[in-house]
């Protein structure tokens, strides 16, 4: 049996690899490991967010009823961005927060992530502890003991919009992003009304598109992983640019005036130089993932920027960043994290600032996305494959290494199974996008043989 817990949390078909059960157990297993160093005569404290899935009704109410069943007074939220869950566990100094969201993932599914204090997301150890104690006899809490439950009443949301505004400088006397015109797909998820009402606050002149959320329709073709529709909004509104927010809204990804994407690595170069000129990037260094375009390192290594790189997961991109001090990472999917305001990625807070950008170099988002090129590069998601024998197995390996020796320097091969999903990612990067697409399609080729089920 595989790890429970993936890259971002735990996630499955709703109802049936992640079910109500599950949840109540992950709760109370979750607040007995995370609550366990609270002082005595300390009630912990909790709260559960989700994003608009329909399953996320009961999945939500499963986890508060396994943290109350531990002692945890819990404080359910409405619907929110998982970036907002993870600031208001800090903001209100509660003891562990989970989230219920399967973040860009097809509406049937859904997931269970957890914070712990301050907002940060668990490590790999934390998460072991608390698949191991799933399911173990313990003393449970009887009378006055066990935990509350209540519902929040919107406070949480307006405390969410006032941090991200005030974070580029929004007062009652200023609106920075006055002037622009940002066009914003919310994907039908939980960002649908802070997300407009952050940039709105700020000043910007806001055209939304699918911010009607049902419970059903969530990433449905639209959002960071869909940008058609934003690129013809971003054209026919005669948008400045446009942002696109995934289900759980901890992605950007943005598109320029003539409707060309600008991605997450485009998105982290563009800010990275900006906090560089202004003297605020701590040790010239910008944290990005394996995943991140070579044309990214070597434009930041132009500019003076130093570049490390993680494993995939804005988790390892934070803890990088926490470790050493550094103040901007991310990967190119579009999760943006920005230290001196959040713990994780957040889509709107990288939307304000990335318009922020644009408002104070005055060029446009399309001039500022050219000086940070992007190599060809080249994705193939194989499905239907034994994804655990993707690095040990001996012709997948020789076949990389013998991609690798043929592109040289000036390109590049990442071949990973998903934390996510039931597949192995083939990545190339090349001089040439015919290259790239040919060494991507033969080595997928070779996965599917080799590691066929």
């Known amino acids: 049996m595989g790890r429970l817990f993936g890259t971002d949390g735990v996630r499955g078909l709703a109802n049936q690899d992640v079910t109500a059960e599950l949840a109540l157990a992950l709760g109370s297993a979750a607040a007995r490991v995370l609550t366990s160093a609270v002082q005595p005569g300390h009630r912990p404290r909790a709260i559960v967010g989700r994003d608009p899935r329909a399953s996320g009704e ?11 069943s531990a002692g945890v007074d819990v404080v359910v939220l409405d619907v929110l961005p998982t970036p907002a869950l993870a600031f208001l566990v800090s903001d209100l100094g509660a003891d562990l927060g989970v989230m219920v969201s399967a973040s860009h993932n097809p509406m049937p599914d859904n997931g269970i992530k957890f914070f712990a204090r301050g907002g940060l997301k668990l490590d790999d150890e934390l998460e072991d502890e608390i698949e191991a104690r799933l399911y173990e006899q313990w003393d449970r809490p009887v009378g006055a003991s066990v935990g509350r439950i209540r519902s929040d009443a919107g406070v949480a949301a307006a405390s969410y919009v ?133 044309g990214l390192v070597l434009s930041m290594r132009e500019q003076g920027i130093r570049t490390i790189q993680t494993a995939v997961g804005d988790r390892y991109v934070l803890e990088e960043m926490r470790a ?57 998601n194989v499905k239907g494959v034994d994804k655990g024998r993707a690095g040990s197995d001996v012709g997948v390996k020789s076949a ?54």
């Open 400 to 453: 990389v290494a013998e991609a690798e020796a043929r592109l040289g320097e000036t390109g590049r091969v990442l071949l990973r199974p998903s934390g996510t999903e039931p597949l192995v990612r083939v990545m190339v990067e090349a001089t040439t996008q015919v290259e790239a697409d040919a060494v991507a399609e033969e080595l997928a080729g070779v996965v599917r043989e080799r590691l066929a089920l």
């Open 58 to 68: 009961f999945l939500s109410g499963s986890v508060a009823a396994g943290l109350a």
């Open 324 to 380: 050493h001090g550094y103040g901007l990472g991310g990967e190119q999917s579009g999760h943006i994290i920005l230290a001196d305001y959040a713990t994780t990625g957040d889509g709107v807070l990288c939307a304000l600032h990335l318009a922020a950008r644009v408002k104070a170099a005055g060029r446009r988002l399309a001039d500022l996305a050219t000086d940070v090129p992007r190599l060809p590069q080249t994705l193939v």
């Open 162 to 294: 006032n941090h991200l505004t005030a974070s580029v400088g929004t007062t009652p006397d200023a609106r920075p992003l006055e002037g622009l015109r940002i066009a914003v797909d919310c994907a039908n998820g939980a960002a649908s009304d802070v997300g407009p009402l952050a940039l709105r606050a700020a000043g910007a002149d806001v055209v939304v598109i699918n911010a009607s959320p049902d419970g059903r329709n969530i990433n449905e073709k639209c959002g960071s992983t869909y940008p058609e529709q934003l690129q013809a909004v971003v054209v026919a509104s005669e948008a400045d640019f446009g942002v696109a927010f995934d289900g759980d809204a901890d992605r950007c990804i943005a598109v320029d005036h003539t409707g060309a994407l600008v991605d997450g690595d485009q998105i982290l170069g563009i800010l990275a130089q900006g906090l560089k000129a202004e003297g605020r990037l701590p040790q010239d260094t910008l944290v990005v993932t394996v995943m991140s375009n070579l």
